[in-house]
């Protein structure tokens, strides 16, 4: 069973800052002890203002390597880019010295820009320092969308660490992701959700094991790390 710890906050900015806080600590030990960091984000509206934040915050933002947890098969010039967000919120102030490993390439399809992204971010090493992970209102993560037609093999505790494709009803463009096993072993994994909302979804994902039903539950039921839930109203 993987551990849960709930942190809850008075609203979305106090959260920001605080999960900025935190989040900077982890990336700074980890360049302490290994000369380097990596942190993978997730897009959607939710983490901008902790984006800013974290953007503030004094890190050796040279030696640290930001990816996305998952990313649409769009360019960067599109609105729904993830890229485009991180690189506007994320990859500013003092993270502008940070280096970017984006998911989506420009190819034919979204299989073939998965290959070329798993090669790049086999450079990042692993487990990730830092994941963030954010939860639609369908209680998918990541790219783990209900019913996706790859799901399965995303969800494969013992798959590979790669990005893959992912296609389902409930996302609006082919997905590029990576896989549980690549996010589910990060040193410090978070889920960021906010809104009462999402909080009853959450407990409806607890509440149940269907994993293609609510894809959330492979992360609340088996990540390999600690999960730490932050939520704000
Ligand atoms: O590209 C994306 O859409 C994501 O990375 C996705 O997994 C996101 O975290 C959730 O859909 C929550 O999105 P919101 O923050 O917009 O509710």
Request: proline share 6%.
């Amino acid at each position: 069973m993987t551990e849960l710890s709930l942190h809850e906050f008075a609203d979305g900015p106090t959260l920001a800052d605080k999960l900025a806080a935190q989040v900077a600590h982890r990336l700074s030990s980890a360049i302490e002890a290994n000369g380097k960091a990596s942190i993978a984000v997730s897009g959607g509206s939710t983490p901008k203002k902790f984006f800013q934040a974290l953007s503030a915050r004094d890190v050796d933002w040279q030696k640290v390597t930001v990816t996305l947890v998952d990313e649409r098969f769009v360019p960067v010039d599109n609105p729904r880019s993830n890229h485009a967000l991180v690189r506007d919120h994320l990859l500013q102030n003092k993270a502008a010295d940070a280096q970017f490993i984006p998911l989506f390439h420009q190819c034919p399809n979204a299989d073939e820009a998965a290959s070329i992204a798993t090669r790049e971010a086999a450079e990042i090493g692993n487990p990730f320092d830092v994941v963030i992970l954010g939860m639609g209102g369908d209680g998918h993560t990541a790219s783990f969308f209900p019913h996706g037609d790859h799901l399965a093999k995303a969800l494969d505790a013992n798959g590979p660490r790669c990005v893959m494709s992912m296609e389902a009803e409930g996302a609006d463009e082919p997905r590029l992701t990576f896989s549980f096993s690549s996010l589910s072993d990060a040193r410090l994994l978070v889920l960021h959700i906010e809104g009462e909302a999402k909080k009853d979804v959450l407990k409806k994902a607890q509440d149940g094991t269907d994993e293609t039903e609510m894809p959330i539950r492979a992360v609340l039921n088996r990540a390999a790390s600690p999960v730490e839930i932050y939520w704000a109203p």
